[in-house]
C-alpha cells in the first residue's frame, strides 16, 4: 500500500521570503500523480500543483514549484515570495495511475504561517 | 469553481442516531468520493463510486455506508453513529480516475455526542 509523509507539522514563514515544505511517499508503483492541495481557514480544499511522475521536469504555477526527486520518492513545494494569504495548511496527496478508483491518500498536513 | 455542494453543512447529533450526508454535483463527473478530515490524518477515504449504482470501499470504511442512484448525487450514511465519527466530512469529484484533480465540496462538520 501507498503511504505519504509529511513530516513538518507546522512551519513559519517571514513574508516575501521563500519557505519549503517536505513531502515523502512511499509505493512501488512507477506511474503515478502527485498533488500538493492547500486548505485555508475557510476548509476549502484548493489543487495547488500537480507532477506526473513520468515527467522529469518539475512543476511550476506561478510562486509555487515543486522538487520532485522520484528516485528518493520526495516531493517538495517551495514558495516563493510567501504573502498573507499562503497561510493555511497544506496536503500532499498521491494518486496511483492504475485503475484503483483513482482515489487520493493524503499526507498529514503541513500547517503554515506567514508573519508580516 | 466546481460545482460541489454537500448538505449539511453543520451536524449535531447524538450516539446511536443514524445520519446522512449528501453530496451534489453540477459537473456529470463519472467518480465520486467521501473522505474524512481529523487532525494528524489528513484525509482519508471512506468510500468512492465509479458510476451510478458502482461503490468501493476505502481506507475507513467501517461503520458507513454509501449509494449513488444518479449521477449527481452520493450519498453516506452512518447507520448508528458513535463519538469517534466526529469529523469534518469532504466530498470530491473528478472526471477520470488517472490524473485529472479531484474537486472538493465545502466540508461538512459532524459532531456526534
Known amino acids: 500500500a501507498q503511504t505519504v509523509t509529511q513530516s513538518q507539522p507546522e512551519m513559519s514563514v517571514q513574508e516575501a521570503e521563500t519557505v519549503t515544505l517536505s513531502c515523502t511517499y512511499d509505493t512501488s508503483e512507477s506511474d503515478y500523480y502527485l498533488f500538493w492541495y492547500k486548505q485555508p481557514p475557510s476548509r476549502q480544499m484548493i489543487l495547488v500543483i500537480r507532477q506526473e511522475a513520468y515527467k522529469q521536469q518539475n512543476a511550476t504555477e506561478n510562486r509555487f514549484s515543486v522538487n520532485f526527486q522520484k528516485a528518493a520518492k520526495s516531493f517538495s513545494l517551495k514558495i516563493s515570495d510567501s504573502q498573507l494569504g499562503d497561510a493555511a495548511m497544506y496536503f500532499c496527496?498521491?494518486?496511483?495511475?492504475?485503475?484503483?478508483?483513482?482515489?487520493?491518500?493524503f499526507g498529514q498536513g503541513t500547517e503554515l504561517s506567514v508573519k508580516p | 469553481d466546481a460545482g460541489i455542494t454537500q448538505s449539511p453543512r453543520h451536524k449535531v447529533t447524538e450516539t446511536g442516531t443514524p445520519v446522512t450526508l449528501r453530496c451534489h454535483q453540477t459537473?456529470?463527473?463519472?467518480?465520486m468520493y467521501w473522505y474524512r478530515q481529523d487532525p494528524g490524518h489528513g484525509l482519508r477515504l471512506i468510500h468512492y463510486s465509479y458510476g451510478v449504482k458502482d461503490t468501493d470501499k476505502g481506507e475507513v470504511s467501517d461503520g458507513y455506508s454509501v449509494s449513488r442512484s444518479k449521477t449527481e448525487d452520493f450519498l453516506l450514511t452512518l447507520e448508528s453513529a458513535t463519538s469517534s465519527q466526529t469529523s469534518v466530512y469532504f466530498c470530491a469529484i473528478s472526471e477520470s480516475n488517472q490524473g485529472r484533480e479531484q474537486y472538493f465540496g465545502p466540508g461538512t462538520r459532524l459532531t456526534v455526542t
Open positions: 459537473e456529470n463527473h463519472r467518480y
Open positions: 496527496a498521491y494518486r496511483s495511475a492504475r485503475n484503483q478508483g483513482g482515489k487520493l491518500i
